[in-house]
């Protein structure tokens, strides 16, 4: 299992939390935690999600962009070892 | 599990201020690819490099979408070419080959066109010294450095002489381009062997067979960390900037490990230099600015320079397993938007330049000059800088273009190596100086006041 941040930022409006997590579930993905705020008018939604060992981080990105395009928001994949890295010592 | 601000905080550190790793470099050593011809060495290079090197792009594509750290630069460095055969192979075959490879596999640059001279120089090393201009000018990616003095050794003033007569020639054959040769050929003064930035970058003889070298980067993060901070005393700056250089380096600790495990190679150091792009909001420059001086270069920059270069090497130390390379802020003035400006606007010159290169890695960087300058001002230019970095026990280097047919106004050269204007040099006759030779003995290293 592979843990991962999807990370969602964009101007709000509606459908967002539903397009993306209709996505992951297309995708095979399994989502583990959600937080969600609405800031100065932009959205950003942060979600723990979990990949199997096999899938393939490039292809579920591309999906994501694709799909963060459509609906005008900007949505990215990191694993989820950066953060770590970045604020644990 | 990590709380939102700490995800935003690595989010927007990519997103608004430029974080990136700035290369990705492997060190390849070709002591052993030397063959009895020139044809027999050039196959057995080939072969080396495009196997140990075939998934090095690959793999930084793939680590840039796993964790959304952009990858800026691929690159390869390669043992000093000057030492490969002892002068009894085509140096110029040999370096073209290595340029061939290098773009066969998608890399950005390869360094290593490289001789060490600064104790003496051989007659194979004066033979290879002489094909520089006519490698830089024939090939597209690769760069070369040239190493002419140390704390230890003192400076090779005759290699000095030399090299002014070498980056007059590259910017005469590649005067159509302006003068782009010169920016790919370093001449350094202590030089060291794991440096993964170029153009200076060669894989050092105490080097292993294949290694790893990360240069992070990051001024745009740090510059946001303390631009708003007017009344913070320069103790609070300096945490603040630890801090944040902590950070950096952790990612750029990540990538390494990753990747040489991914490509099978050892893992080398990670360089803690702040690299600069001309990209407004990833500027060294601003990041100094912030500390209260209006334009770079006014009085203060010096302190102000030197409080962030140890500030980022403390900050970086602890987050990394293995420091090296340069490690200091850099202070290039074509590849940094607020050294163009502060350039273009007359407030920053050649000689507080120098000044600040006193305190920080890593030299006369990237400084464009009238083409009109003669191989004797760029040979003394390299002897104070040299001088420098022999008596601070501290790498310092030149890297400076006479922009053949311009005398004035700006060059462009593009990408990360951005544009210069053209700055004024002392026209005073060093002649006499320059044609000396000798050596300048290493300094004392008791006695220092």
New interface residues.
């Given amino acids: 299992m592979k843990k991962a941040i999807v990370s969602v930022i964009g101007k709000d409006k509606k459908g967002i939390i539903a397009r993306v997590c209709m996505e992951l579930y297309n995708l095979n993905i399994n989502i583990a935690d959600i937080t969600q705020t609405v800031m100065q008018e932009y959205f950003t939604m942060i979600m723990m999600v979990e990949l199997e060992e096999d899938q393939v981080f490039a292809e579920v990105s591309s999906a994501l962009k694709k799909l963060g395009e459509e609906i005008g928001v900007s949505i990215s994949i990191q694993h989820e070892d950066i953060f770590g890295a970045m604020h644990r010592i | 599990?990590?709380n939102?601000g700490?995800?935003?905080?690595?989010?927007n550190m990519v997103?608004k201020e430029h974080l990136d790793v700035r290369t990705l470099t492997m060190g390849i050593s070709l002591l052993d690819c030397v063959r009895g011809t020139t044809e027999e060495t050039v196959d057995r290079i080939k072969f080396k490099i495009g196997d140990y090197a075939k998934d090095l792009v690959k793999t930084a594509s793939?680590l840039q979408?796993?964790?959304?750290?952009p990858i800026v630069n691929k690159r390869i460095s390669v043992t000093p070419v000057s030492l490969l055969g002892g002068g009894r192979l085509d140096y110029v075959k040999l370096a073209r080959a290595i340029d061939e490879i290098g773009r066969d596999l998608g890399v950005d640059f390869v360094g290593g066109y490289t001789a060490l001279v600064h104790k003496g120089m051989t007659d194979f090393e004066r033979k290879f010294i002489a094909t520089i201009p006519e490698v830089l000018s024939t090939t597209s990616n690769l760069c070369s450095s040239v190493n002419i003095g140390s704390t230890k050794s003192g400076i090779n003033m005759e290699a000095v002489a030399m090299m002014g007569r070498v980056v007059k020639e590259c910017a005469k054959l590649t005067a159509d381009r302006g003068s782009i040769a010169c920016a790919k050929l370093v001449v350094f003064c202590n030089a060291v062997e794991d440096n993964p930035f170029m153009a200076g970058a060669f894989h050092g003889l105490g080097e292993g067979e294949k290694v790893i070298n990360v240069g992070v980067s990051g001024p745009g993060v740090v510059h946001s960390a303390i631009k708003d901070l007017p009344n913070a005393t320069f103790d609070e700056l300096a945490e603040i900037i630890k801090k944040t250089a902590f950070?950096i380096t952790?990612?750029g600790?990540?990538m390494a490990r990753l990747a040489s495990e991914r490509t099978g190679a050892d893992f080398g150091v990670v360089d803690l230099s702040l690299a600069p792009t001309p990209v407004r909001g990833d500027s060294v420059a601003h990041v100094l600015e912030s500390m209260g001086i209006e334009t770079v270069g006014g009085p203060g920059t010096t302190a102000a320079l030197a409080m962030l270069n140890d500030a980022v090497k403390k900050g970086g130390l602890m987050a990394s397993s293995s420091v090296g390379g340069l490690s200091g802020a850099f202070i290039p003035v074509s590849e940094d938007i607020g050294m163009i400006e502060a350039a273009r606007s007359g407030v920053l010159g050649l000689e507080k330049l120098e000044a600040m290169t006193a305190v920080c890695s890593v030299g006369l960087d990237m400084i464009a000059v009238p083409g009109s300058t003669s191989a004797d001002t760029i040979s003394g230019i390299i002897a104070d800088e040299a001088a420098i970095g022999m008596v601070n026990n501290k790498t310092t280097a030149v890297r400076i273009i006479p922009v053949e047919g311009k005398e004035t106004g700006e060059v462009e050269f593009g990408g990360l190596l951005g544009e210069a204007p053209i700055m004024k040099v002392s026209k005073v006759d060093n002649s006499v100086f320059v044609a000396r030779g000798g050596k300048i003995p290493a300094p004392l290293h008791s006695l220092k006041n």
């Fill in positions: 599990m990590f939102s700490e995800i935003l905080e690595t989010i997103r793939d979408c796993e964790f959304g750290i950070k952790r990612v600790q990540l």
